[in-house]
């Protein structure tokens, strides 16, 4: 058994889970708070990643300066998203939004396509080295901040919803919107704010993702791989989100150890997460944290 | 304080719910809204608080002021900013978040520093002692300490003038009791306006300096608390007892009486 490539596939999927987990996480944002099942969540990195690609290489800017300016204009990015084009379909059949976020998620790679092209552009260097070791393994420096970021998020998600007063007031209107509305807050504020971050910090996943692998539509696959992680979780929990994403992540990375030792089938990777998520829906079909709902009797 | 004018209220732009409905509410005072189901007094609260848009509702005639100011078919959010606050029928807390919590968000519309939130919810635990206890999430608390739960989630917001949606619903005979009692000090003690929709008559008329008695969506009479409390109508519709022949059984087994007001 060859542990060294064990070890490092396993560190790897823990990495890349976290990022699952991170984007997971804007996932249920916005189908808690708005009950929009979003199909267009990978467009989110593709299109932060592509942003940020444009102001380092093209205009030239420092990353510390290009990185904030992404993360801006992807919040607004998601604000207006929403006020344009989910506002007016409050209201409407479940279904029917759907559809729209799937329309958007085309629309969004067919127009990064056309701007940026379809062939993989590298991000310019910014760390000094390519790869740090951690425990005898080589780890490439852009995982060990996205680890690092992925945490402060997590906590940061955390402290938000829980202390803050715009979180709380999301909270309340993810639970219920009347009640929401007779304590004073905005819904569509929170809409707004709920759409709003999940585009930045999605965008952030992106940009990490594109500077190891570079940035190319392929990126949008992360949307798909998402949808494993959420249902896996439970749809609405975001602690179930993070603990989703890695497991997805460690159970591609030990299929892909599976297959390259023994079964040689190819491509396991991609598809052992779908395999696993149908076995727990058929034990679990609300998930591994979904929300099981108080009822007093 | 309040007064609403003659107002029409219509939901799904097609049935009429309210049709003509004034209620005066001085300052300082509790005004009691009576009156059987489906009479239109939720509806005249939300219509109040503007939650009628969440649910197709319209003030199509008439208007409603607030302190002066036109309110009618504003925004709900504006109108917990001007002071007037709505605790919902079926005490509609959240359920998934803790006591605490669920107070904290009750100032969600006030500019207060984290300290002064901390004593606005030490000053809501000393009217109700039973809440500072509990400390699990909301939806497990029994249906009285929710209740007192909404009231307390009310009063965070500091309003001048509180609609209270039955505040009743599902308790027991004691606890009625002592969440009237509550009501009635808050009152005293905060200066907080109140409307109060009940189906307890009894319970709200003895606490209330006024009321009025909807049927059908109108009003159909109104009063200060003894004329109500020993008008005759009143008496045997609501408040049980009444007239002696109602007492005869041969009466009472023919047809139950219904009152037509009008």
């Given at each position: 058994m060859n542990y060294e490539l064990l070890g490092n596939l396993l560190v790897?999927?823990?990495?890349?889970?976290?990022?699952?987990?991170?984007?997971?996480?804007?996932?249920v944002l916005i189908y808690k708070s708005t009950q929009v099942v979003n199909f267009a969540q990978g467009e989110f990195l593709?299109?932060?990643?592509?942003?940020?690609?444009?102001?380092?290489?093209?205009?030239?800017?420092?990353?510390?300066?290009?990185?904030?300016?992404?993360?801006?204009?992807?919040?607004?990015?998601?604000?207006?998203?929403?006020?344009?084009?989910?506002?007016p379909m409050i209201g409407e059949p479940i279904i029917s939004v759907i559809m729209l976020t799937i329309g958007l998620s085309i629309f969004f790679q067919a127009s990064m396509s056309w701007i940026f092209g379809v062939f993989v552009k590298p991000f310019p260097q910014i760390f000094e080295t390519e790869s740090v070791s951690i425990l005898g393994l080589q780890v490439q420096t852009a995982y060990v901040m996205s680890m690092i970021i992925s945490v402060i998020i997590m906590v940061g998600f955390y402290y938000f919803f829980k202390h803050s007063r715009a979180g709380l007031a999301m909270r309340a209107t993810a639970f219920d919107q009347q009640v929401a509305q007779s304590l004073g807050i905005s819904v569509q504020k929170?809409?707004?704010?709920?759409?709003?971050?999940?585009?930045?910090?999605?965008?952030l996943a992106g940009v990490v993702v594109g500077m190891v692998n570079g940035v190319s539509s392929a990126l949008s696959f992360f949307g798909i791989k998402v949808f494993p992680a959420v249902i896996l979780g439970g749809l609405d929990s975001i602690v179930g989100a993070i603990a989703g994403g890695l497991i997805i992540g460690?159970?591609?990375?030990?299929?892909?150890?599976l297959d390259s030792q023994y079964f040689h089938v190819g491509n396991m990777y991609t598809v052992a997460p779908f395999y696993i998520l149908v076995i727990i829906?058929?034990?679990?079909?609300?998930?591994?944290?979904?929300t099981k709902d108080i009822e007093r009797i | 304080m309040l007064s609403v004018n003659n107002i029409e209220v219509v939901y799904d732009e097609v049935i009429l719910v309210l049709r003509g409905v004034s209620i005066e509410v001085p300052e300082g005072?509790?005004?009691?809204?009576?009156?059987?189901?489906?009479?239109?007094?939720?509806?005249?609260?939300?219509?109040?608080?503007?939650?009628?848009?969440?649910?197709?509702?319209?003030?199509?005639?008439?208007?409603?002021?607030?302190?002066?100011e036109q309110i009618s078919n504003h925004q709900a959010e504006e109108i917990v900013r001007k002071g007037v606050f709505q605790v919902m029928e079926g005490r509609r807390i959240i359920e998934d978040m803790t006591v605490i919590e669920n107070l904290r968000l009750g100032a969600y519309t006030?500019?207060?520093?984290?300290?002064?939130?901390?004593?606005?919810?030490?000053?809501?635990?000393?009217?109700?002692?039973?809440?500072?206890?509990?400390?699990?999430?909301?939806?497990?608390?029994?249906?009285?300490?929710?209740?007192?739960?909404?009231?307390?989630r009310a009063m965070m917001a500091k309003p001048r003038l509180m609609l209270l949606d039955e505040p009743s619903m599902g308790l027991s005979p004691l606890l009625v009791k002592e969440v009237f009692h509550i009501i009635r000090s808050i009152n005293q003690e905060q200066g907080i306006t109140m409307i109060l929709v009940e189906q307890?008559?009894?319970?709200?008329?003895?606490?209330?300096?006024?009321?009025?008695?909807?049927?059908?969506?109108?009003?159909?009479?109104?009063?200060?608390?003894?004329?109500?409390?020993?008008?005759?109508?009143?008496?045997?519709?609501?408040?049980?007892?009444?007239?002696?022949?109602?007492?005869?059984?041969?009466?009472?087994?023919?047809?139950?009486?219904?009152?037509?007001?009008?």
């Amino acid at each position: 058994m060859n542990y060294e490539l064990l070890g490092n596939l396993l560190v790897n999927g823990a990495i890349v889970g976290t990022l699952y987990g991170v984007v997971a996480m804007c996932f249920v944002l916005i189908y808690k708070s708005t009950q929009v099942v979003n199909f267009a969540q990978g467009e989110f990195l593709l299109i932060g990643a592509w942003v940020c690609w444009a102001l380092l290489v093209k205009f030239g800017l420092p990353f510390w300066i290009g990185f904030p300016i992404t993360l801006l204009f992807m919040f607004f990015f998601g604000v207006l998203l929403q006020l344009v084009v989910l506002r007016p379909m409050i209201g409407e059949p479940i279904i029917s939004v759907i559809m729209l976020t799937i329309g958007l998620s085309i629309f969004f790679q067919a127009s990064m396509s056309w701007i940026f092209g379809v062939f993989v552009k590298p991000f310019p260097q910014i760390f000094e080295t390519e790869s740090v070791s951690i425990l005898g393994l080589q780890v490439q420096t852009a995982y060990v901040m996205s680890m690092i970021i992925s945490v402060i998020i997590m906590v940061g998600f955390y402290y938000f919803f829980k202390h803050s007063r715009a979180g709380l007031a999301m909270r309340a209107t993810a639970f219920d919107q009347q009640v929401a509305q007779s304590l004073g807050i905005s819904v569509q504020k929170a809409f707004a704010l709920s759409w709003a971050i999940s585009a930045m910090v999605s965008a952030l996943a992106g940009v990490v993702v594109g500077m190891v692998n570079g940035v190319s539509s392929a990126l949008s696959f992360f949307g798909i791989k998402v949808f494993p992680a959420v249902i896996l979780g439970g749809l609405d929990s975001i602690v179930g989100a993070i603990a989703g994403g890695l497991i997805i992540g460690l159970l591609e990375n030990f299929a892909e150890f599976l297959d390259s030792q023994y079964f040689h089938v190819g491509n396991m990777y991609t598809v052992a997460p779908f395999y696993i998520l149908v076995i727990i829906l058929m034990i679990k079909p609300y998930g591994l944290f979904g929300t099981k709902d108080i009822e007093r009797i | 304080m309040l007064s609403v004018n003659n107002i029409e209220v219509v939901y799904d732009e097609v049935i009429l719910v309210l049709r003509g409905v004034s209620i005066e509410v001085p300052e300082g005072e509790i005004v009691t809204l009576l009156g059987p189901n489906g009479a239109g007094k939720s509806t005249t609260l939300k219509a109040i608080s503007g939650l009628l848009k969440s649910e197709d509702g319209e003030v199509t005639r008439g208007d409603i002021t607030f302190m002066g100011e036109q309110i009618s078919n504003h925004q709900a959010e504006e109108i917990v900013r001007k002071g007037v606050f709505q605790v919902m029928e079926g005490r509609r807390i959240i359920e998934d978040m803790t006591v605490i919590e669920n107070l904290r968000l009750g100032a969600y519309t006030r500019k207060a520093g984290r300290s002064e939130i901390e004593d606005d919810i030490e000053m809501v635990f000393s009217y109700f002692p039973r809440l500072k206890e509990r400390t699990g999430l909301a939806g497990y608390l029994s249906g009285g300490e929710q209740q007192m739960l909404a009231i307390g989630r009310a009063m965070m917001a500091k309003p001048r003038l509180m609609l209270l949606d039955e505040p009743s619903m599902g308790l027991s005979p004691l606890l009625v009791k002592e969440v009237f009692h509550i009501i009635r000090s808050i009152n005293q003690e905060q200066g907080i306006t109140m409307i109060l929709v009940e189906q307890n008559a009894n319970m709200a008329l003895r606490h209330a300096s006024y009321g009025y008695i909807m049927e059908s969506g109108k009003i159909v009479l109104d009063g200060s608390q003894e004329e109500l409390l020993n008008n005759e109508d009143v008496k045997e519709f609501y408040l049980g007892g009444g007239s002696e022949e109602r007492k005869s059984f041969k009466n009472l087994k023919s047809y139950k009486r219904r009152k037509r007001w009008i």
